[in-house]
């Protein structure tokens, strides 16, 4: 007989078992977070469970909180080091945490134990596309296909591989294989819809999303890039029909009410497009775009004072998006804030130094401020990277007449004529740039025969 002792933890030991039980059934129906309570509690009553850490680093990755996921398959593995699928999922939450050393030695690890274990391939494909090695990846995937050369995520994973290199003909037909292989595989018509929208294959990029939305319609990364597809096609309202599906499912989606604002702004309905604008700064104050807007709009209706004080909110967040960055520089000289125009295309440059609008930009507010050997320095630059930008070409035209650079003068204005040879304002502005060179050549050549006249006559 037990005595009371044996007898109270022998009903933990079952309570934590019951709950355990529940645990995995509300995992297998997706109730991820009811999931981890129970696991936590069948856990804490009975600690001895290799299982239990397992599974709870599985629901804590179905929730998305893969740094604890990892600490649990850790846990895991005091209790049992050389379990393969503990430690692959272990690598795999690494990798997800930006963990890429740690990473490979798991998978390394695993390789020691299980040779033939084709999973520490497969996700090693992963780990090497986000470290940017490809030639490692493609190592992966065909060590993997000598053990499996049927695994959909195989073909999935070095698909991903393959777009990030831009070879998305290749990546397609890896993804094909993939859907092939397992037509329920997570996102993949997803990815192909991106695929074939980037290589203008737009009948079939929009049959991929709508294949994804109808498997998953509540993704909102889906319907976001749907939405955009539908934007950049001219397909406004369907555009607009995602932005509002997305806020039916999380009211507080800071890039659809962004891009609500945009349709608004792009069908001339400034101010609802302002009014989604400020809905935007008030559910992500960090999205980049909204307060550019709304300057643009200020600056329209001739509040500079509004417009300045938006675009540097803006620029102080730390942008890293060149365009935008651009964007505002040009908007700062048009409302003649050189110094902050400066500082707009210097931060673009910080983040590529081979942005030749960048540098076009800094150069013409160089020059509106009267830099004018700075400013001609900098359109040098943006030439360089680009030699068939006509304004570039034509401003460092101008630029080279004004500090009496005649000859360059000439050079800038030729090459911009003969980039636009039916361009009316082009052609206009390069026949001006050549007939203020002429005549400053003239009048010097007229100083010049002048000077020695008077020579002449005074001997």
Not at 21 to 38: N, P, V
Not at 141 to 159: E, K, S, T, V
Not at 171 to 193: G, N, S, T
Not at 196 to 206: L, Y
Request: hydrophobic share 40%; net charge negative.
């Amino acid at each position: 007989m037990f005595d009371s002792a044996d007898d109270c933890e022998f009903h933990e030991w079952q309570q934590a078992e019951q709950m355990a039980m529940e645990a995995f059934d509300l995992y297998e129906k997706g109730s991820m977070s009811e999931a981890m309570e129970k696991l936590a509690a069948a856990i804490e009553l009975s600690p001895d469970h290799t299982e239990w850490y397992f599974n709870m680093g599985l629901t804590l990755d179905g929730l998305e909180d893969y740094a604890r996921a990892a600490d649990f398959y850790q846990r895991a593995l005091e209790r049992n080091p050389d379990d393969v699928e503990i430690l692959n999922c272990l690598a795999v939450d690494y990798t997800r945490t930006g963990r890429y050393d740690l990473a490979l030695e798991t998978f390394e690890q695993i390789e020691q134990i299980d040779i033939n274990f084709e999973p520490a391939y497969c996700n090693r494909i992963i780990t090497y596309t986000e470290m940017e090695m490809h030639e490692k990846a493609e190592q992966m995937f065909y060590l993997a296909q000598q053990i499996n050369p049927d695994c959909p995520l195989c073909f999935y994973n070095i698909g991903n591989s393959l777009f990030t290199r831009g070879l998305y003909e290749k990546a397609i037909w890896c993804w094909d294989k993939c859907a092939e292989l397992d037509p329920a595989h997570p996102q993949i018509h997803f990815r192909l819809a991106q695929a074939c929208w980037v290589t203008g294959q737009a009948k079939r990029a929009e049959e991929e999303f709508l294949t994804e939305v109808r498997k998953n319609p509540a993704d909102i990364d889906v319907l976001l890039d749907f939405g955009l597809f539908q934007l950049e096609s001219g397909n406004l309202e369907n555009a607009r029909d995602k932005f509002n599906r997305i806020l039916e499912f999380d009211d507080t989606f800071a890039p659809a009410k962004f891009y609500l604002g945009e349709l608004c702004r792009m069908q001339g309905r400034t101010e609802q497009a302002h009014q989604w604008y400020q809905k935007t700064i008030e559910s992500d104050g960090r999205l980049s775009g909204p307060r550019f807007r709304i300057a643009e709009i200020c600056r329209a209706n001739g509040d500079y004072k509004k417009a300045k004080d938006l675009l540097r909110m803006e620029y102080r967040m730390g942008l890293e998006d060149i365009d935008v960055l651009t964007a505002m520089g040009w908007m700062f000289i048009q409302m003649g804030a050189q110094g902050d125009a400066n500082h707009c295309f210097l931060q673009a440059l910080e983040q590529d130094n081979q942005q030749g609008i960048a540098f076009f930009g800094l150069g013409a507010a160089l020059a509106v401020s009267g830099q004018y050997d700075n400013a001609l320095q900098c359109l040098k630059h943006s030439i360089r990277i680009n030699n068939t930008n006509r304004d570039s070409l034509l401003c460092a035209g101008w630029l080279s007449f004004k500090l009496g650079k005649w000859a360059l003068a000439l050079k800038y204005a030729q090459k911009c004529r003969a980039l636009s040879p039916d361009q009316q304002p082009y052609k206009s502005r390069c026949r001006e740039l050549k007939r203020a060179v002429y005549t400053q050549l003239a009048i010097k050549k007229a100083k010049t025969l002048l000077q020695r006249v008077c020579a002449i006559i005074r001997l």
